[in-house]
């Protein structure tokens, strides 16, 4: 194609919004779906008629408040937020302090450490939900949705600690050595220096640990059976699909509302959380 | 009192013997460099005073205490990095009073300290800013400024100016200088410059292998180095170095080689005497050379050919051959020589060098 450079240029950024306005269709497809159906009549959902990707018949807010008034959506809501910011806090300071000590205490077999940790989050769930189930019975904490804060972190720490090591490695020694001879102590290094150098990467660290157990849906449906212990995930899909039938309208409704906390996060710290896993890639 | 004693120190990791035995007295108030090249121990000799290395052997003191099991933070010093290491988080006033904040000073006391350490460095406007929004000059004089406001015992600076451009180093040495002459805190010094340890250091110490080479006031090493490392380190351009014969012949020692005889000049003659007969190392620098004229004495002078000529200005470097030696001379500008062309030069008996072959000692 020949052309001048203006034209070349164009037809360039043609071929990326293209490119870049096929994803954003198959993205965000899923949730238009959603925010659809979760807006239609029962009638018109279970109509075989008509087009599925319209509104037709008229739209209703029935399955928001059904949601509110008819199931124990809120009491979901509750126990995730009771669940997540915990996880999340809890896991953000072992991963922290681990990171810290592998990758500045340069003890003996600290990179092999390193690594078997990161190779711990590669275990599927689905292969540990069965012996978790054993242990979380002998803690005595079946059907409580506290038993989430003991399984979470095992999945979230290990990428939380890989993630920062990678982050803190970014980090100059002379940095450190700086604030030894300043007279810091380990604790006020981590706290003074290390940490509001890397708040980047912790804030990525805090999106994982905030999306891995607000999303968690296999170990509440395993763990957990009663409504008022129950979190989002599980506790929409199990109130809502009752025998073989499923409330569709409800269901969408309630997965488009539990999804919005993550989007949100998502929106407002997403610079900070490209930049955190793109840290030590490049040296600044 | 603030003087530093290195006793036999040492430093291995897992292969290398980094530092090897090193004895050196920093005295109370002395500006002293350790120079060498890259890989020679002065940086980890450093480290060890800091206490940022563990010694392997041998035993530091500052002042009268013994420093080896003390971490840096209680041995009194402070130390300033060749990438300045900043805090990036923090702004000029919080990086300079960080130390001070760790050590629980008053808020009064650091605010004075934070504030006099700027107005001698100059940077008063700069202290609410973040170090991304200095130059590096201004970062330069930062670190600095973070190490004075301690008031330590001793100052340690590693390879400070380093990270400048050639014109700032220069106006920071002199810098660095003055603020030595003010506050009369003894320093050690790492560089891999000659220039800068000639011109800061009250003594410099050149190390080579982990070794140190020679210790000594600049004058004093530039002018009798202890071996021929010493005295092509030292200088620049570096000194010239040709291998000679020393024969015998009319009651004189004479250094012949490939297009060169010259007399061993009689301050040398004596302690050549052993070595008659034998080969050794001749080292002339090339600010020792001049272009010789008819008054010149023969036993002085040889033939060269000019291979390129290099105009500085203030002074002209020549790149010649004499027999098979390759050599540089540094003559006034008012020479005007061209390439290829063949002139005679003259050498200054007194200030020629010579070493042994074998042990490149100092003869």
């Known amino acids: ?284 | 009192m603030a003087q530093v004693m290195m006793k036999d120190l040492n430093k291995k990791y897992d292969e290398v013997h980094a530092v090897k035995d090193v004895n050196l007295h920093v005295r109370d108030k002395e500006f002293v460099v350790l120079v060498g090249p890259s890989g020679c121990g002065k940086s980890t000799t450093l480290r060890m005073v800091a206490g940022l290395e563990e010694i392997t052997a041998g035993e530091i003191t500052i002042g009268d205490r013994v420093v080896n099991d003390l971490p840096p933070k209680d041995r009194d010093i402070a130390m300033v990095f060749q990438n300045y290491a900043l805090y990036p988080h923090m702004t000029v006033y919080d990086n300079m009073a960080f130390g001070l904040k760790m050590r629980k000073f008053p808020k009064a006391e650091i605010a004075k300290r934070v504030g006099d350490a700027a107005e001698i460095l100059g940077i008063q406007e700069l202290l609410k800013r973040k170090p991304r929004q200095l130059s590096g000059g201004q970062r330069q004089r930062v670190a600095v400024g973070r190490a004075i406001v301690r008031h330590p015992q001793v100052f340690l600076f590693d390879e400070p100016l380093s990270n400048l451009d050639a014109k700032l180093r220069v106006q920071m040495r002199v810098e660095l200088k003055r603020l030595h002459d003010r506050l009369e805190t003894t320093a050690i010094y790492v560089t891999h410059d000659q220039v800068e340890a000639m011109t800061l250091g009250d003594r410099v110490v050149v190390m080579k292998d982990g070794w140190i080479q020679q210790v000594g006031e600049p004058l004093e090493l530039y002018s009798k180095p202890a071996n021929r490392f010493v005295a092509g380190f030292i200088g620049s351009p570096a000194m010239n170095f040709m291998d000679v014969a020393l024969t015998d012949a009319g009651g004189a020692l004479w250094a012949e080689s490939d297009g060169l005889r010259l007399k061993v000049p009689p301050a040398h003659a004596g302690r050549l005497g052993a070595y008659r007969g034998q080969h050794v190392t001749l080292g002339i620098r090339p600010e020792d050379l001049r272009v010789a004229m008819g008054a010149d004495a023969g036993e002085y002078a040889f033939d060269a050919v000019v291979d390129v000529v290099e105009p500085l200005g203030s002074e002209i470097l020549l790149d010649l051959k004499a027999g098979s030696h390759v050599m540089v001379a540094r003559v006034e500008p008012s020479v005007r020589v061209k390439e290829h062309e063949r002139l005679r030069l003259a050498l200054h008996p007194e200030r020629v060098h010579f070493f042994d072959l074998k042990t490149e000692l100092a003869i």
């Not at chain 1, 030894?180 to 220096?193: K, S």
């Not at chain 1, 170990?219 to 039938?245: N, R």
């Not at chain 1, 269901?251 to 896993?277: E, K, N």
Request: with cysteine; charged share 10%; glycine share 8%.
């Open chain 1, 1 to 284: 194609m020949i052309g001048s450079p203006r034209a070349r240029r164009a037809a360039a950024l043609l071929v990326c919004y293209g490119i870049i306005g096929a994803f954003m269709v198959f993205f965000l497809f899923p949730p238009y779906w959603m925010a659809v159906t979760s807006l239609k009549t029962n009638q018109e959902i279970e109509s075989l008629e008509g087009i599925p990707l319209i509104i037709q018949k008229g739209a209703t807010l029935k399955h928001y408040v059904d949601l509110f008034t008819k199931t124990d959506f809120l009491v979901y809501l509750k126990n995730s937020v009771l669940v997540t910011i915990p996880t999340v806090l809890i896991s953000m300071v072992i991963s922290v302090m681990a990171a810290y000590a592998l990758s500045r205490l340069g003890f003996v077999g600290a990179g092999l450490i390193g690594t078997g940790v990161f190779l711990v989050y590669l275990v599927p769930d689905s292969l540990l939900f069965i012996p978790l189930f054993k242990v979380i019975g002998g803690l005595g904490l079946l059907n409580s949705k506290w038993s989430l804060l003991v399984v979470y972190p095992t999945a979230i720490v290990p990428f939380c600690t890989w993630l920062l090591i990678g982050y803190f490695a970014s980090i100059p020694r002379e940095l450190d050595e700086a604030a030894l001879v300043d007279g810091a102590n380990h604790f006020q290094m981590l706290v003074r220096i290390f940490l509001p150098v890397a708040v980047p990467g912790l804030i990525a660290a805090t999106i994982f640990a905030f999306t891995v157990s607000w999303s968690g849906f296999l170990y509440p449906l395993a763990f957990i059976f009663s409504s008022s212990e129950q979190v989002l995930t599980a506790g929409t899909v199990t109130s809502l699909i009752k025998g073989d039938v499923y409330h569709w309208g409800g269901l969408m409704a309630g997965a488009l509302l539990a999804s919005l906390p993550p989007v949100l996060l998502y929106a407002f710290l997403m610079d900070y959380y490209i930049s955190g896993l793109t840290a030590g890639s490049t040296k600044a």
